[in-house]
């Protein structure tokens, strides 16, 4: 593996993001995924039938902007408090979520203005003009959503981790831009918001792909598991059982991560 690590640079890999390889069926890395890991079926069913909640949406059209304010809410709750480059309009709101007895709606607000600011949606504006930008009604959304995860998901997650890293970056080797939401000591979690009550092909293989892509084995990754917030459903398998159960055979992960590579590489 080291040899593979030390020659990689002289391979070609057209593919350089995951989460948009997996959007193209035509992609060598989502053409792979399918045709070695089919089987799909039996738990995308077992995950339509648990039992569920549903936190509706405030904003159909916020282009997915609560969406990703829960990811960062959650990395805050689990105690992730890294302060992102942000516009200069926003360092009011950091102070107050950053004390440890911080207020959940300040978490949230916080989550909402960092990603705002991901956005360059801020820059040049006022204190007072960034308040204004967050309304009630996203707050509101975040505290259903924390809520939700309050009882599904933050107590089987965090209550004994001793390692939480948000949005971790992996090694590139394959040429992949790879980051997944949420590394919890050996455990890889991506958080899915959409509305529809579903465990889409995409959002399966965006979940396995990252674990794969881990070519080093530099996270130690025994377990994956996905969360969704609107429903408040939490699934974790043991990674090579589940790969087991897709490819439909006994599977190695270091051999399938190996395989991988190749894929990707030739």
Known sequence: MNAHRAHAHVWTVTITNLTSALRSPHSTLARYLSARYPNLAAIQREFRLSAADFVAPHDPDDHGLVAEAFHRLVGLR??????????????????????????????????????????????????????SLVTGGQV????????????????????????VTTEPQWDDSCGIAATPDLVVDRCLVEIKTINALTLRKRDVHQMIGYALLDVFDDWGLEEVAIYSARHGIFRRWWFEDLLARLAGESVDVATERGRLYQALAW
Do not use: K
């Open 140 to 163: 509101d959304e975040l505290l259903r959503l924390d809520a939700l995860a309050a009882t599904r998901l933050y107590p089987s997650l965090l209550r004994r981790a001793n390692r």
């Open 78 to 131: 689990a105690g992730d408090r890294r302060v992102p480059s942000m516009a200069p309009g926003v360092y009011h709101l950091v102070d107050a979520a950053l004390r440890p007895d911080a207020a959940v709606e300040d978490l949230c607000r916080f989550a909402l203005v960092a990603e705002m600011s991901a956005r360059g949606w801020l820059d040049h504006l006022s204190a007072y003009q960034v308040d």
